[in-house]
């Protein structure tokens, strides 16, 4: 595939025989780039999904040659990844757990991919809806504050349930500008108002406890947290954690991960 080539192309790659397992990526007719892994297990009804990733035409536009030559070889990622598993599909399970022979999906490589390129990306997991609430951080509630970190979570006028996490370690970063890496990120998760209202109480109660969960993890680590991503992280992130919980229970949920341009601060130095 190349970037090259004109829009609303989505190339196809069956990963298994009975074609439940496959990817799609290519340009839509805004120019935006998709990545889409349908993934369904014949041995196990129960286990089936959809991610979708959308990356803007802007980013696409204004990548450097190193990430262009990325997505140019991403058919050949895509070959590599399930290779060992052309014949069978792939082992049963959720989209970022990794299974019991630790082999993660595609998309789930893919998503790490992007955050560590600083590439920014809206994620659909069994939703193609999109509800972008714009500063919505005033409007709910601040569950843990440290810093230049920050997570947010609740309920939103809309009827959404919004959970937030904003990264930084721009304070530490300016304290030993030689010695560490300047990190920072911005993700929201957002259950739609239609799914959050007809979850059972049973999924609402396991939703609500991350804000206990969350001043556990943070409140009660005295050096606070590392700097890494928002996945892929040995620590993990608790929104790390609370997309894990999403797709275990099986909610539907947008996710939109942004990485802001480099500090004002961090360029002066």
């Not at 991610?51 to 070959?79: G, M, P, T």
């Not at 959720?94 to 893919?110: A, C, R, T």
């Not at 928002?230 to 996710?255: G, P, R």
């Amino acid at each position: 595939m190349s970037l090259k080539k004109e829009n609303n192309k989505l190339q196809k790659y069956y990963v298994d025989q009975e074609e439940e397992h496959y990817l799609e990526f290519g340009f839509n007719s805004k120019g935006d780039f998709i990545l889409i892994e349908n993934f369904a297990n014949w041995l196990n009804k129960d286990i089936k999904w959809v991610v979708q990733f959308i990356i803007d035409k802007s980013q696409i536009e204004s990548l450097d040659e190193e990430n262009r030559q990325y997505f140019d070889n991403l058919k050949k990622d895509i070959r590599d990844t399930y290779a060992d598993f052309s014949e069978c599909g792939f082992i049963a399970g959720l989209q970022i757990e990794l299974n019991e022979h630790y082999f993660g999906f595609f998309s789930d490589e893919f998503e790490v991919d992007l955050q560590e390129k600083k590439i920014n990306y809206t994620k659909f997991y069994n939703t193609s809806d999109n509800n972008d609430e714009k500063s919505i951080q005033t409007d709910i509630e601040k569950i843990f504050g440290w810093e230049n970190h920050k997570i947010h979570m609740g309920v939103s006028p809309y009827g959404n349930m919004i959970f937030i996490e904003d990264f930084s370690n721009t304070t530490s970063y300016l304290e030993e500008p030689y010695e560490i890496k300047e990190i920072f990120w911005y993700v929201k998760f957002t259950i739609g108002k239609k799914v959050w209202d007809n979850l059972g109480k049973k999924n609402v109660d396991v939703i609500l406890d991350y804000k206990n969960k969350i001043r556990k993890k943070y409140d009660e680590n005295e050096y606070h947290y590392p700097a890494g991503m928002q996945i892929a992280n040995e620590n993990e992130f608790i929104s790390d954690q609370f997309e894990l919980t999403l797709q275990k229970l099986d909610i539907a949920y947008t996710k939109d991960f942004h990485i802001p341009g480099s500090s004002i601060i961090a360029k002066w130095l």
